[in-house]
């Protein structure tokens, strides 16, 4: 049935693939395979909707849009700053390297929104320790305003690594034309934090001889998450903490692969030159136009230009940002297909074909005709490494997901197809062999895998200070802060996940380290602010958002019956549960 309706399509085109981070090193790679060989880039993947913003932001800066440093560097900092991420709810493994970096003496500086409970009051049964030195709590969308204070405090007090930057920095001189000066009254009211604070701040920053800078989706989601991303990058480039030992760039990923994902080849708009060996290996024409985002992907259901839709793994209605838009786009769709380990709320939303195919979860065995198979993930790290199952599948008749691709390539591709899809569901081995003359870094894939730890791949900022930029050289960037400002009355809403939730699937109602028990439609409000509004705590209020309209008018969406939970966060801000939010 997907075949065929694939290939009754008029073009390629008229189709969309999504992938969610959960899918494998091996499948990732044979289903863009699969996808390209069919004859689009239409590739839209969960990191559209996570760290596109990273990516390329660290892409036009360092040249590799992947995070720097390794769990040692972190561990062996003087000082980290955690910044719009919460590892106790979202990164709890992250907390035991931030307790080590307390251990050795190194500083930890906190810069979110709420006050978390994982980073200012960790346990564990052999310590109770606070981990933050220093919170700063931002106002919603201030991250900009505050790195552009730090890096003129650096600059002011000549604390710039000038050997660093005369080496391999390009840029310097247009930045610091502008980098110099301080509004104040506009930093403070950006960011709602006293200038002694920043100063304090940027102190740390300039003493500091090994600095890590961690992020996730609280500067990622920003409307300006792209310029704040790249003034961080700044302020490491003043200090040369690119390219040594306990310093770099660390954006905290959530999903188990969407980095290795992106690595195999799921992008919508992958450089020439993987497609290039993609087809020197395969004897294929990979089409060179670029294919849709999520986003894009989106409107193009709405508007009838794409009318199947295949999903491997994910929740692409809870996970996007307009849900209500995104079923009516999909409803649309003359065929939608998800391949899925658990039932959710994308399931429910059908096209007027559509088809549900389990799969099997990665914690299960998958035995295929050469014997048992392990698959591979990359972590945020750019550590490759294996995983295998140890679960006996829930059902015999499931199939794993590289069976799926590649029964569903024979079928849709035909069988004069030079690709030789049974070989690769009969043994893994076969894939990564293919990987390895098609991935750069990924050489002989099999044997380095199958070390204990995996392996690590190439990161030319990292190991070597060479960056891959389009001057060659690490690039300072000119970012100018464009403040939100709010009129009086409303607040700035921030989305988050609680504790018992991974990304959009929710295991428990008990959001421990908040306080918020069998409860979802909360907004945690300051107290003050609910007073100033009128409210009480444990009011329920509808959530009323107001966007411009593009006509000179306002388009208000209201969310109902939301309990007001007095929380402190920052002034003038809220924050809401995701997805319900």
Known sequence: VIADSLNALDSPDRAAFYTSGRTSNEAAFLYQLMIRSFGTNNLPDCSNMCHESSGSALKETIGIGKGSVSLSDVEHADLVLVVGQNPGTNHPRMLSSLEKVKQRGGRIIAVNPLPETGLMRFKNPQTVRG??????????????????????????????????????AHGYDEFVAQATEIDWDEVTEATGLSREQIERIADMVISSERTVACWAMGLTQQKQGVATIREVVNTLLLRGMIGKPGAGVCPVRGHSNVQGDRTMGIWEKMPDAFLDALDREFGITSPRHHGLDTVDTIRAMRDGRVTAFLGMGGNFVSATPDTDATMAALRDCELTVQVSTKLNRSHVTPGRTA?????????????????EQFVTVEDSMSVVHSSRGRLAPASEN?????????????????????????????DYDLVRDHIANVVPGCEDYNRRVREPDGFVLPHGPRDSRSFPTSTGKANFTVNTPEPLRVPEGRLLLQTLRSHDQYNTTIYGLSDRYRGIEDARRVVL???????????????????VSEWPDGDGGIEERRAERFRIVAYPTARDCAAAYYPEM
Not at 360 to 366: A, I, S, V
Not at 405 to 424: N, Q
Not at 529 to 539: K, N, P, Q, V
């Open 131 to 168: 981990m933050a030195d220093e919170f700063a709590q931002i106002r919603i969308g201030g991250d900009l305003a505050l790195f552009k204070a730090i890096n003129a405090l650096v600059l002011r007090a000549g604390a710039v690594d000038e050997q660093f930057i005369a080496e391999y």
């Open 355 to 371: 088809l549900i195919l389990p799969t099997l979860g990665r914690t299960e065995r998958d035995v295929q005709a050469s014997g």
């Open 398 to 426: 499931l199939l794993s997901e590289v069976a799926i691709i590649c029964r569903l390539a024979r079928r849709l591709l035909g069988r004069d197809h030079p690709v030789r899809w049974e070989d690769f569901e009969r």
């Open 525 to 543: 409000v300051n107290d003050k602010d609910i007073a100033e509004l009128g409210f009480s705590d444990g009011d329920l209020v509808d959530l």
